[in-house]
């Protein structure tokens, strides 16, 4: 039983489409998160939703715009894509943001590739 | 901008115990210590967290120095799938927003 899921797990597209990522979670979180890692293998996070509301925004581009239908998903939607968006990209979930003692589930990645 | 600091790579022997040190100077008192680890093309996976007091669980053991300054993660008895990057955290208490900075991390690789 997968916890969070990601498809797809690879795309390959080219400069100036629009293309989107989905998340799922089954472990009944409140809150889902989007996270970044580039070439050099550094992991930032991008967005955040705590019960389909954004809680964090952190400076991405507006061409990406997460969407979160329910609590269970929080797609990532990525307009005129660019070569420096080729990148992994991360879902991950957690019970809630609050407490300290919070542990973020992370999804198997969706490896971008923008040609 | 990640408030730790960790060596860029280590190695250990398989069935040896890995010692992860990770330096965080500035932690204030109502930040924790978390350490994730990613396995090579995988998403980074939980391991422990503390606060001042050590920690161990079924994974690792977490030991965090008086003056909570630096914590060093024990793996008591690595294996090849111990290989992977560890990520040592700071994390507020009640963060009201729930985000994981992440630094380089340390390479940790357990040789046969």
């Known amino acids: 039983d997968t916890a969070v899921s990601q498809t797809p797990k690879y795309l390959v597209t080219q400069m100036g489409n629009d293309k989107s990522i989905k998340c799922e979670q089954n472990?009944?979180?409140?809150?889902m998160y989007w996270y970044k890692q580039d070439s050099k293998k550094f992991l930032k996070i991008m967005f955040s939703?705590?019960?389909?509301?954004?809680?964090i925004n952190e400076t991405v581009p507006n061409r990406f715009s997460p969407k979160s239908p329910d609590k269970a998903h929080l797609n990532l939607h990525i307009n005129s894509l660019e070569l420096g968006d080729s990148a992994v990209y991360f879902c991950?979930?957690?019970?809630?943001?609050?407490?300290?003692?919070?542990?973020?589930?992370f999804g198997p990645g969706t490896r971008l590739t923008v040609l | 901008d990640a408030k730790t600091t960790q060596p860029t790579s280590m190695d250990c022997a398989e069935g040896r115990a890995a010692n992860l040190p990770c330096n965080h100077s500035?932690?204030?008192?109502?930040?924790?210590v978390y350490w994730y680890r990613q396995i090579h093309s995988q998403g980074p996976q939980y391991i422990i967290h503390?606060?001042?007091n050590n920690e161990t669980n079924e994974m690792a053991s977490l030991i965090i120095t008086e003056d909570r300054k630096s914590s060093t993660l024990i793996l008591p008895h690595a294996t090849l799938r111990d290989t992977a990057v560890y990520y040592c955290i700071v994390r507020e208490r009640s963060s009201n927003t729930g985000k994981l900075i992440f630094g380089q991390g340390t390479t940790l690789q357990v040789k046969p």
């Open positions: 939703y705590n019960n389909k509301e954004l809680i």
């Open positions: 500035t932690i204030s008192g109502n930040e924790y």
């Open positions: 991950a979930s957690s019970h809630s943001t609050t407490g300290g003692v919070d542990t973020q589930y």
């Open positions: 472990l009944g979180h409140d809150t």
């Open positions: 503390g606060l001042k």
